[in-house]
T-cell receptor, first 111, second 115 residues
């Protein structure tokens, strides 16, 4: 079983729609959860972090965490073509432990 | 956030030669830097953790004699791919963690092609 699993996609949504990206993780004691965006040929950039159960909103992005279900999601509202990228879910045990990345979900936003 | 500079962005080398990649933390003193490798359409895989003034910590399966890491100062870590082979062709990315548990800042990455 992979430590961090994501649907590879591609996920295709029309411009203006909500894109929903999902991630599950295997280590129940994980403490820190991140979403990174990676454009083709570029390195990842951090867009959201979440540490406690519930929702965290930042602009058009909402991260959701459910530790009981070992599930993290990212919602992108009012999707724009510029949101087309691969979104990486990452999980850490905290306390300086290494971060494990999922393989990413490719998102296409159609104009 | 932190600013990380990585150089070169692209390099093509002949099989059997060595390539050095530099990672500089421009505005943050990084006692630890991380080196990742990413093959096409695959996840980021941690290769090693670079520790300033001491030996790097390598992940299982990563050859420490092939991937030499030097972290001689708080702002510079280097990764040298020695005796490169075509299977070493990949995207190599360094990162720092300015505030523990608050996410990484990545360098721009180095696309290595071994011919």
């Amino acid at each position: 079983q992979k430590e961090v699993e994501q649907n590879s996609g591609p996920l295709s949504v029309p411009e203006g729609a909500i894109a929903s990206l999902n991630c599950t993780y295997s280590d129940r004691v994980s403490q820190s959860f991140f979403w990174y965006r990676q454009y083709s040929g570029k390195s990842p950039e951090l867009i959201m972090s979440i540490y406690s159960n519930g929702d965290k909103e930042d602009g058009r992005f909402t991260a959701q965490l459910n530790k009981a279900s070992q599930y993290v999601s990212l919602l992108i509202r009012d999707s724009q073509p510029s949101d087309s990228a691969t979104y990486l879910c990452a999980v850490s045990l905290g306390g300086g432990f290494k971060t494990i990345f999922g393989a990413g979900t490719r998102l296409f936003v159609k104009a | 956030g932190a600013v990380v500079s990585q150089h070169p962005s692209r390099v093509i080398c002949k099989s059997g030669t060595s390539v050095k990649i530099e990672c500089r933390s421009l505005d943050f003193q990084a006692t630890t830097m991380f080196w990742y490798r990413q093959f096409p359409k695959q996840s980021l895989m941690l290769m090693a953790t670079s520790n300033e003034g001491s030996k790097a910590t390598y992940e299982q399966g990563v050859e420490k004699d092939k991937f030499l890491i030097n972290h001689a100062s708080l702002t510079l870590s280097t990764l040298t791919v020695t005796s490169a082979h075509p299977e070493d062709s990949s995207f190599y990315i360094c990162s720092v963690n300015p505030v523990q548990n608050y996410g990484y800042t990545f360098g721009s990455g180095t696309r290595l092609t071994v011919v």
